[in-house]
């Protein structure tokens, strides 16, 4: 088996081909989405480098409050130590490495099922049963802890030693995103799907508009105009674009209350992004909705759907029977993708795959791709 550098170089002359301009451009080779060898590169070049949405603030209101998460097999304990304080920790005891915590809830400590080695909610040593004879100075110790970044209610980490400003990872996309003013909403409801195929597949589905009038024309397919739409590309991979579509319902009709920042917008006001590695953001004219794609494997995929109303939108009539419509058709959305991607990442592993020509549509995508192959040959 050889290794992912050596992978690379017999992959460079199709790169060259996702390389050229738009309309004589290539897809990706499908053994980009296939390779555990390129799958453990992505994780130290990509998911180890960015900054990450890994949850909401909300999620952890109180003093005390914990979720447990992983990237990657990585794992890691989110927590509120302090009312004005978010912590992100390594979920590995001092000692061996077992996990301190798991699942979610509150806790006035963690405590280490294997020797009983005790961290406060911050990350900090508090005991260590049996260790008074070390010699060992563990008077400062604590679980390792990540750098930590909140911006617009959602908790972003990142792995690095000296990561990249925040600011700058954002960018241009800081002002751009006028329309996701998520820290202004509340997550009503949270989707979480696992698909078998490559993160990648997954990514690039969320942005490609020309699939949207086929397999979702029973959904939302034949509200948007995706002939006409345009995107803007920005630095590091990130885009977003405008266009004209109806809100999330089997029928196009808005059922909830208009979000307070796009009352002067036309109601059919779409807008979406993409801020890499894996994060996708869309608008409605009265919601929102924020997609996490989370590598587990080389060809598993979890998909988080975060759906985000402002405050309001309970108090229409029939509140919990149209929520659940609404989370219903974001579902089946997902469904009608995972048939799909499923099947690219089939045709991925074979030895007769040939990557297809570019649509025109698919500009992102190729805005995308091609910056895969910067960080990956960098």
């Given at each position: ?12 002359p199709k790169f ?7 309309l ?5 080779p499908g053994h980009?989405y296939?390779s ?10 990509i ?20 979720l ?6 990585e794992?890691i304990i989110?927590?509120r ?11 590995m ?12 809830g ?11 080695w005790t961290f406060?909610?911050?990350g900090?040593?508090i005991?260590?049963?049996g260790?008074k004879?070390?010699?060992v ?10 750098q930590?970044?909140i ?15 925040f ?9 751009k995103l006028?329309?996701?003013q998520?820290d ?5 409801r ?23 009038g086929v397999?979702?024309r ?14 803007n590309?920005?630095a590091n991979?990130?885009?977003?674009t405008?266009?004209?579509a ?7 009709e ?7 920042w ?6 059919g006001?779409?807008?979406k ?8 953001l ?5 919601s ?15 998909v988080v ?5 402002p405050e ?6 029939n509140?919990?029977?149209e ?15 995972a048939m ?6 089939n ?7 040939e990557?297809?020509p570019?649509a ?8 995308m791709?091609?910056?895969y192959?910067?960080l990956?040959t960098a």
């Amino acid at each position: 088996m050889t290794n992912a550098c050596e992978q690379l170089a017999v992959l460079a002359p199709k790169f060259k081909l996702t390389r050229e301009k738009l309309l004589r451009a290539r897809h990706l080779p499908g053994h980009v989405y296939s390779s555990p060898e390129l799958y453990a590169m992505e994780k130290e070049r990509i998911f180890m480098t960015h900054w990450l949405s890994v949850a909401r603030v909300e999620e952890v209101p109180n003093v005390g409050d914990y979720l447990t998460f992983e990237v990657m097999n990585e794992p890691i304990i989110i927590s509120r130590p302090n009312p004005d304080e978010i912590s992100v920790c390594m979920n590995m005891c001092l000692h061996r490495g077992v996990a301190v915590a798991s699942g979610c809830g509150h806790a006035k400590d963690f405590s280490c099922p294997y020797h009983a080695w005790t961290f406060s909610v911050d990350g900090k040593l508090i005991a260590a049963p049996g260790m008074k004879e070390s010699e060992v100075d563990m008077k400062n110790a604590r679980l390792k802890k990540l750098q930590v970044k909140i911006w617009r209610g959602w908790v972003f980490v990142n792995f690095a030693e000296d990561p990249i400003p925040f600011e700058e990872y954002m960018g241009v996309m800081e002002d751009k995103l006028w329309w996701f003013q998520s820290d202004q909403c509340k997550v009503a409801r949270k989707a979480i799907i696992d698909v078998k195929c490559n993160w990648k597949f997954l990514v690039e589905n969320l942005i490609d508009i020309y699939h949207v009038g086929v397999i979702h024309r029973s959904t939302f397919g034949g509200f948007v105009k995706g002939e006409k739409l345009r995107f803007n590309l920005e630095a590091n991979g990130a885009w977003h674009t405008r266009y004209e579509a109806r809100p999330h319902s089997k029928g196009g009709e808005q059922v909830f209350p208009t979000l307070p920042w796009a009352t002067e917008e036309s109601p059919g006001i779409a807008c979406k992004a993409g801020i890499y590695p894996n994060i996708n953001l869309s608008m409605r004219a009265d919601s929102l909705r924020m997609w996490h794609i989370w590598p587990i494997s080389p060809g598993e995929t979890r998909v988080v759907c975060y759906m985000l109303f402002p405050e309001g939108a309970s108090s229409i009539p029939n509140y919990d029977a149209e929520m659940e419509k609404y989370v219903a058709f974001v579902k089946q959305i997902i469904a009608e993708d995972a048939m799909m991607v499923e099947s690219l990442q089939n045709a991925s592993g074979s030895k007769f795959f040939e990557p297809g020509p570019m649509a025109p549509l698919e500009e992102a995508l190729h805005h995308m791709e091609n910056h895969y192959v910067d960080l990956m040959t960098a």
